[in-house]
């Protein structure tokens, strides 16, 4: 079985799961996140699915990513005063955002390093969620 079949499978299951159908848009959408990991944002995913499907909108493009971020498929990432970004890889992680080129770099994180986190949180409280952002650019040599 193909990784398109999987992933098409994995999608109408967890779809299906939030009461939602599987459409070629949200396909097509989905695929264009998994293909390339690069945290683009809805207008790039936009350009890119054009190719595939040309009658898509870019209305229909963010509903679809809204659906997908709802659906817990993908993680919306924001950084200050830049537009949303959208991450298939939903393992704890952090994010390196390169203030020079503007690419976003997944990060990953030991968990004894996440447990050691969510340790510092005040005495009653739980975090579902912990969003660590690296900001700066590339120190290696061009």
């Known amino acids: ?11 109408s299951q967890k779809l299906a799961h939030s009461g939602l159908r599987n459409t070629p848009q ?5 695929k264009a996140l998994l293909t390339r990991r690069d945290h683009p944002t809805a207008d790039e995913v936009y350009a890119r699915v054009r190719t595939d499907l040309s009658t898509i909108s870019l209305a229909t493009v963010y509903n679809c990513l809204e659906t997908l971020v709802q659906c817990d498929l993908v993680r919306a990432v924001n950084f200050e005063r830049g537009p949303t970004r959208y991450c298939p890889n939903l393992a ?4 390196f955002h390169d203030e ?11 968990p004894d390093l996440l447990g050691k986190i969510k340790d510092v949180l005040p005495p009653g409280y739980d975090a579902d969620a912990v969003d660590i952002i ?8 061009r």
Request: charge should be negative; charged fraction near 25%; avoid cysteine.
């Open 1 to 11: 079985m193909s990784s398109d079949t999987l992933n098409s499978e994995a999608l």
């Open 100 to 110: 020079e080129t503007g690419s976003t770099f997944d990060i990953d994180l030991p």
């Open 134 to 141: 690296f900001r700066g650019k590339t120190t290696a040599t």
């Open 92 to 95: 704890p992680h952090a994010h």
């Open 26 to 30: 949200r396909e097509v959408v989905y």
